[in-house]
């Protein structure tokens, strides 16, 4: 069972006297402690990226992309909320995009008590999906109600899944909402914009050539996405392959 905070003994608040003897109640530091785990908690960050902060994400010496990139995404978080823009990390995987991601999310919840929500792209579908079920617990308010108020909305994965013109319609909703409320999105993905290889849709054989993120989601959001966000490109071998086999490396 915690202990009673000495300062304001369970009250979540406590009496400071100013320099002209006035007594006033403000909130007590440990309810703000308190508050900074429940928003952490409401964000619905995965356990898996529990490590994920400025200070955990390694580079290696010499990799002077992934130091820009670090330094880029952690100005933006400092300057939040007076920023006219979002995120959108792209590159292959394991190439620390969801790390940073993670870790503007814990830097604006810890320092700034912000309202972010974090939802892998194919969770979130799945989750508005389960909405539909007459006898489910949610409703769709319930998942779009969060999604939609959040001060800063990040979609990790975008792109990923299969592409319907459902999958694609709420994606517009979304990104649509968060363009004319003029409120931030932090995006990654695996796939390339893909204004290089703009024949692939017309292409007679187009599995010759990978989806991309126009296949995905269409030319209209892609135009939006360009006018929304800051385009942060990382590239390098995929941590993932290294950590997973150092870590089971028994001797």
Known sequence: MPSECP?????????????????????????????????????????????????????????????????????????????????????????????LAVAVARELIETKRARVVFYEQRDLLKSLQGTFDSGGSQREADVFGPVQDAEVLILDDLGAGRTTAWARDVMHDIIAHRYNEQKPLILTSNLDIGDEAPARRASARPVEAPLSLKDRLGDALISRLYEMCKIIHLTGRDFRKTIGQVSRDYK
């Open 7 to 99: 300062k304001c003994h369970g009250t979540a608040f406590e009496l400071r006297t100013d320099e002209d003897g006035v007594v006033s109640a403000v909130r007590c530091d440990c309810n703000l402690d308190r508050m900074g785990r429940d928003m952490l908690r409401q964000a619905r960050i995965p356990r898996r990226y529990d490590h994920c902060t400025f200070d955990e994400f390694n580079i290696q010496p010499g990799d002077t992309g992934h130091v820009a990139a670090k330094q880029a995404v952690r100005d933006w978080a400092e300057l939040w909320p007076a920023v006219n823009h979002g995120l959108m990390l792209l590159g292959p995987p394991g190439t620390g995009k969801t790390h």
